[in-house]
């Protein structure tokens, strides 16, 4: 298949071509044709398939091109492809339906208690996503839907596509969360970590030219999410980023981790471990995000918790940083609502503890898509996996 002459080593099947487009990195007939090497028959017959079957659009002539002939843009047709995607938290839900290109058609929250098991919540997710599907208003987003990405707080193997001993998720072990919603509702199912996806979110998103990324979320608990070349490194077993549980140097006693071990980061950072604090200093509040809005309203005792416990995971980044020299660290969850409070802490702490080399050249910024990172990165796996030239090459059958 590979024409004489080609430049690269694709032979370039339609589902290579959909891939190539999709990326950004060709826009034109010509580019293509350098890039892959192809005929201009074969690339004609090609795409002729992909447009046929609804993956690609050729628009009508933009600019001009080398040899002064009009140059049609190609694009991949994402508005009519739905994506359903799940934020499942501690205590907390987010739910979406967005287009693939990420627009967000509709939208739901609401309290969930992740420790009661799959049962429960996943049931409640399914009647949210029925829900949302109804709520399109266009009649055709059952059809349109081409797959669904759920975010979890605990580590998954990515290969089973099952929940490994989630620390803080009793029953969900080995759960086939992703038949669930396969039986329910006909199309792929993937799920992952929420830090990786809301890693993948920011770094797809906002951060498309960096290499290396560490996404860091602090919520309830505190997980992270590693994404190199755009790609979310799970480890072998999806353990890659369960920072939660590291223990620190110099741990309060009685600071009891919902793991049951004693020490661990988030029982001294995470937002719960802030509320544990609070209400020691006779100062109520339920969640990490009310703790942001303490701080957020100035008050002294929780500005100094928030930052001491910034330090805190500071210094435990301070290895992470020293081992991958990641060129844009994120803070996402709650935390991350604090203002500069938290990343205050969190700068003193790493810049201490690294040569100038780490961190020279390293952006520490908070969350821009905030309590969107998940289902955005949702969204991006979906995509990814659904329109993944093995996917299309199949679906074509070519
Ligand atoms: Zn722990």
Same mark, same amino acid.
């Given at each position: 298949m590979t024409a004489a002459g080609a430049r690269t080593v694709l032979t370039a099947t339609a589902g290579q071509i959909l891939e190539l487009v999709r990326s950004g990195e060709v826009s034109t007939r010509r580019e293509l044709q350098e890039q892959t090497g192809l005929s201009r028959s074969t690339l004609t017959q090609r795409l002729a398939m992909l447009t046929a079957a609804g993956y690609l659009s050729e628009a009508a002539a933009m600019h001009s091109g080398v040899a002064g002939r009009p140059a049609k843009a190609l694009s991949f047709v994402d508005s009519d492809k739905y994506v359903l995607t799940a934020d499942l938290g501690a205590t907390h839900a987010r739910l979406a339906l967005q287009d693939a290109a990420g627009a967000i058609l509709a939208e739901s929250t609401g309290r969930i208690r992740i420790q009661d098991g799959p049962d429960p919540v996943l049931s409640a997710v399914l009647d949210g996503f029925s829900a949302l599907l109804a709520s399109a208003g266009d009649g055709a987003a059952r059809e349109r839907l081409c797959g669904i990405g759920i975010?979890?707080?605990?580590?998954?193997?990515?290969?089973?596509r099952r929940l490994q001993q989630p620390p803080i998720m009793?029953?969900? !072990? !080995?759960?086939?969360?992703?038949t669930v919603f396969e039986d329910r509702f006909g199309v792929p199912t993937l799920v992952d970590n929420d830090a990786n996806l809301m890693g993948l979110g920011e770094a797809r998103r906002y951060h498309p030219d960096v290499p290396s990324l560490l996404y860091v979320k602090v919520g309830t608990g505190i997980g992270a999410g590693l994404i190199? !070349?755009?790609?979310p490194e799970r480890g072998i077993a999806g353990g890659a980023g369960d920072i939660?549980?590291?223990r620190i140097a110099h741990p309060v006693a009685g600071a009891l981790c919902a793991c049951g071990a004693n020490g661990c980061l988030a029982a001294h950072a995470s937002g719960g471990a802030l509320v544990r604090q609070l209400a020691d200093r006779g100062i109520a509040v339920e969640t990490a995000a009310d703790v942001a809005r303490l701080v957020q309203?100035?008050?002294?005792d929780a500005i100094a918790l928030v930052r001491t416990a910034g330090q805190l995971l500071g210094e435990v980044l301070a290895t992470a940083v020293a081992l991958l020299n990641p060129g844009v660290l994120v803070i996402g969850g709650s935390m991350a609502l604090t203002h500069e409070h938290f990343l205050i802490g969190v700068r003193e702490s790493l810049y201490e503890r690294t040569v100038p080399l780490a961190t020279r050249d390293l952006t520490i910024t908070a969350s821009a898509l905030q309590d969107r990172a998940a289902i955005e990165g949702a969204r991006i796996m979906v995509v990814d996996h659904v329109f993944s030239a093995e996917a299309v090459d199949a679906h074509l059958g070519s």
């Amino acid at each position: 298949m590979t024409a004489a002459g080609a430049r690269t080593v694709l032979t370039a099947t339609a589902g290579q071509i959909l891939e190539l487009v999709r990326s950004g990195e060709v826009s034109t007939r010509r580019e293509l044709q350098e890039q892959t090497g192809l005929s201009r028959s074969t690339l004609t017959q090609r795409l002729a398939m992909l447009t046929a079957a609804g993956y690609l659009s050729e628009a009508a002539a933009m600019h001009s091109g080398v040899a002064g002939r009009p140059a049609k843009a190609l694009s991949f047709v994402d508005s009519d492809k739905y994506v359903l995607t799940a934020d499942l938290g501690a205590t907390h839900a987010r739910l979406a339906l967005q287009d693939a290109a990420g627009a967000i058609l509709a939208e739901s929250t609401g309290r969930i208690r992740i420790q009661d098991g799959p049962d429960p919540v996943l049931s409640a997710v399914l009647d949210g996503f029925s829900a949302l599907l109804a709520s399109a208003g266009d009649g055709a987003a059952r059809e349109r839907l081409c797959g669904i990405g759920i975010g979890v707080p605990g580590p998954v193997n990515v290969a089973t596509r099952r929940l490994q001993q989630p620390p803080i998720m009793p029953g969900w !072990d !080995d759960y086939p969360v992703t038949t669930v919603f396969e039986d329910r509702f006909g199309v792929p199912t993937l799920v992952d970590n929420d830090a990786n996806l809301m890693g993948l979110g920011e770094a797809r998103r906002y951060h498309p030219d960096v290499p290396s990324l560490l996404y860091v979320k602090v919520g309830t608990g505190i997980g992270a999410g590693l994404i190199i !070349d755009g790609r979310p490194e799970r480890g072998i077993a999806g353990g890659a980023g369960d920072i939660g549980h590291i223990r620190i140097a110099h741990p309060v006693a009685g600071a009891l981790c919902a793991c049951g071990a004693n020490g661990c980061l988030a029982a001294h950072a995470s937002g719960g471990a802030l509320v544990r604090q609070l209400a020691d200093r006779g100062i109520a509040v339920e969640t990490a995000a009310d703790v942001a809005r303490l701080v957020q309203a100035g008050n002294a005792d929780a500005i100094a918790l928030v930052r001491t416990a910034g330090q805190l995971l500071g210094e435990v980044l301070a290895t992470a940083v020293a081992l991958l020299n990641p060129g844009v660290l994120v803070i996402g969850g709650s935390m991350a609502l604090t203002h500069e409070h938290f990343l205050i802490g969190v700068r003193e702490s790493l810049y201490e503890r690294t040569v100038p080399l780490a961190t020279r050249d390293l952006t520490i910024t908070a969350s821009a898509l905030q309590d969107r990172a998940a289902i955005e990165g949702a969204r991006i796996m979906v995509v990814d996996h659904v329109f993944s030239a093995e996917a299309v090459d199949a679906h074509l059958g070519s």
